[in-house]
Nanobody
Framework: QVQLVESGGGLVQAGGALRLSCTASGRTFSPYPMGWFRQAPGKEREFVAS????????KYADSVKDRFTISRDNAKNTMYLQMNSLKPEDPAVYYC????????????????WGQGTQVTVSS
């Protein structure tokens, strides 16, 4: 079993930056591909970014490409999402997730989830 806890959300002005963290406990998360998803009120949960076990392979949604960077530190059991140039369309609850197989863009494939952290962007 893996427990995931997100942190780092908050209120930021448009154009600003935030860094989200996702810390794992329980079984080591280093074998697991990981991902970030987000869900805004009234909208479906959507893929943001994913990262392979080693951290060498990353994927991004088109809406965040070149603005967000996903990374991980397996020694610290922590994954990060650096969010730059935040836009009014970025606010949502951001979730981290772990997949026991491969990281996909489909949230239903992921096996473990954090509780989410709120990101709010003021214009």
């Amino acid at each position: 079993q893996v427990q995931l806890v997100e942190s780092g959300g908050g209120l930021v002005q448009a154009g600003g930056a935030l860094r989200l963290s996702c810390t794992a406990s329980g079984r080591t998360f280093s074998p697991y591909p990981m991902g970030w998803f987000r869900q805004a009120p009234g909208k479906e949960r959507e893929f943001v970014a994913s990262i392979s076990r080693s951290g060498h392979v990353t994927k991004y949604a088109d809406s965040v490409k070149d603005r967000f960077t996903i990374s991980r530190d397996n020694a610290k059991n922590t994954m990060y999402l650096q969010m730059n140039s935040l836009k009014p369309e970025d606010p949502a609850v951001y979730y981290c997730a772990a997949d026991t197989a491969i990281a996909t863009m489909n949230w239903i494939d992921y096996d473990y989830w954090g509780q989410g952290t709120q990101v709010t962007v003021s214009s």
